[in-house]
């Protein structure tokens, strides 16, 4: 429902009277994630196809008097993620910083996150929170910035924070900064599944080996992405190996679902791990097995594609 008197995306006008502002936070993705190589600095180079989805959360700024001297972040929603940090670790603070810095601004606002993402999910809820403050500085402070700096400083605030700043399909490759826009894709409906548990990102990594990477060409995936081939043979993730090496339920979890889905006649095209992890994406249908269905400790929810213009911020499915 929207807040009376608070503005909703998409944005396409001046904002420079605008007091207040709500936005849409969308989760992403990865249709494919391939491992190229280990970097000299530790990290590692990946090329991958995100594209944002039809699920998130919702922020919204207000600014603080003159005389305030920092930001504030309240979050709500489900009770296990209102403990996340509300203080300059939080990404979404992290972005305001960043946003002062490059532009002399000198407004901090008080921020609220309803929070919907779960947490270690591959779905890049806390990267999404980052590009939605940088957009939201943006807008309330009249525009100073092109899309094209808010890409840069994004980059300074996290690897996959560049991302959220296109418009929702995208090649991405090195850590997560270079994103390389495409067009909207073929659309499909999802279903997210994810267990209670959590996966982190180093400890992915530290299980992983080139070795047994995929030996795919990106760009080779990338045009059957491009071209609506939703299929197994092109929804490859490098980092599914080492996420269920970590959390072997989760591999128990994808086997389980890709079969559910060919016995209860889903119409599933698809089943594959998102980032590095521990969502489940069941693509080309959103229809939930009954192991789903019998388990309630299984985050859960249906999902499509999402993109937003070029002049517009994502506007919320909740409020169309």
């Known amino acids: 429902m929207a807040v009376p008197g608070r503005a909703r995306g998409p944005h396409r006008v001046p904002v420079k009277a605008m007091a207040t502002l709500d936005l849409f936070s969308p989760a992403k993705i990865n249709l494919f994630l391939r491992v190229t190589r280990k970097r000299p600095d530790g990290f590692h180079d990946l090329a991958s196809v995100f594209q944002a989805v039809s699920f998130g959360d919702t922020l919204g700024f207000d600014p603080l008097p003159a005389s305030a001297t920092s930001d504030t972040l309240t979050v709500s929603g489900d009770p296990e993620l209102e403990a996340l940090p509300t203080d300059d670790s939080n990404l979404v603070i992290k972005a305001l910083n960043v946003f002062r810095e490059r532009t002399g601004s000198q407004t901090r606002y008080a921020v609220h996150l309803t929070k919907r993402i779960p947490t270690g999910a591959g779905l890049g809820g806390g990267s999404g929170n980052a590009a939605t403050a940088l957009w939201a500085a943006n807008e309330l402070s009249g525009r100073p910035a092109g899309t094209d700096a808010l890409v840069d400083w994004a980059a300074d605030v996290g690897s996959d924070v560049p991302f959220f700043l296109s418009t929702g399909t995208a090649m991405v490759t090195g850590r997560g900064e270079n994103v ?18 959590g996966v982190p990102t180093p400890e992915i990594f530290k299980r992983f080996s080139l070795e047994n990477a ?19 043979g092109t929804t490859v993730n490098d980092l599914e190996a080492p996420a269920f090496a970590y959390l072997p339920k989760l591999g128990d979890l994808k086997a389980r679902l890709a079969e559910a889905g060919r016995q209860e006649g889903l119409g599933y ?19 939930v097995p009954e192991l789903v269905r019998q388990d309630p400790e299984l985050f859960r929810t249906p999902a499509t594609f999402l993109n937003r213009p070029d002049d517009a911020w994502y506007a919320d499915p909740n409020e169309t």
């Not at 995929?214 to 197994?232: C, H, K, M, T």
């Not at 095209?269 to 229809?287: E, H, N, P, R, Y």
């Open 180 to 197: 390389e826009a495409m067009p909207s894709l073929p659309p499909a409906a999802m279903l997210l599944v994810k267990p209670p548990e």
């Open 214 to 232: 995929s030996d795919a060409d990106p760009e080779a995936l990338r045009r059957e992405i491009e071209r609506g081939v939703y299929v197994d």
């Open 269 to 287: 095209t698809s089943v594959f791990m998102s980032g590095s992890g521990a969502t489940i994406v069941c693509l080309g249908a959103d229809g």
